[in-house]
């Protein structure tokens, strides 16, 4: 699976309506210190299903939404697109090779998420990812201070990491499911 394109708006330091495209290669994103780079990968894991607004790096989940500065008003809403592509998604999107994935979220706190256009669970979201590589919880994502996280943290934790990463968690949900739970 890979990322095509990001469009963020109201997220973070992004007030106006900001577009990444990504192309074929390595995409690095360089900048001083406190101009938005860490911004730019929690926006892509928010619109990925993140619900830990601590992972987020905020207290709640409306600390997401542009607060506002001396010269601009607080947003309404913090919107963010991501079109992904690949040639093996997830029943029931199996014939597309593009699927763009949007979650949206109010100050009065309406979430919204959308799949290819129309609305859907949070749950439709994350199922696109699982088995991915690319889950909100996978390697794929190395924060600042992950890696030392990883080397301290608990064996049960570890071993978190490890099922994410080996893409077992699909069928540990499937389970769940199946006994009720
Ligand atoms: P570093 O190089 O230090 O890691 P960075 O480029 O990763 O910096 P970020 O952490 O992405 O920087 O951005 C931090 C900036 O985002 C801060 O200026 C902070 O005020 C701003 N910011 C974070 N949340 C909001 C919000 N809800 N509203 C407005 N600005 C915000
Ligand atoms: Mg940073």
């Known amino acids: 699976m890979k990322f095509k394109r990001l469009e963020i708006q109201g997220f973070k330091s992004f007030i106006d309506r900001s577009v990444l495209e990504f192309r074929d290669g390595i995409t ?20 990925m299903g993140e619900q830990r607004a601590k992972d987020l790096r905020g207290a709640s989940m409306a600390d997401v939404i542009f607060g506002g500065t001396q010269r601009k008003a607080p947003a309404q809403y913090a919107e963010v697109k991501l079109k992904l592509e690949s040639d093996n998604f997830a029943y029931p999107y199996s014939e597309f090779t593009e699927v763009e994935i949007v979650r949206r979220l109010s100050t009065k706190g309406v979430s919204e998420y959308r799949i290819n256009g129309a609305q859907c669970r949070l749950r439709d979201i994350r199922n696109l990812f699982l088995d991915s590589g690319v889950g909100t919880r996978a390697m794929s994502i190395i924060e600042q201070g992950k890696i030392h996280q990883i080397v301290t943290s608990k064996s049960e934790d570890r071993r978190g990491v490890i099922e994410e990463a080996a893409g077992i968690n699909k069928f540990k949900e499937s389970k769940k499911e199946a006994l009720g739970k």
């Open 28 to 47: 690095a994103i360089v900048g001083p210190n406190g101009c938005g780079k860490s911004n730019i990968s929690d926006a892509i894991r928010w619109v």
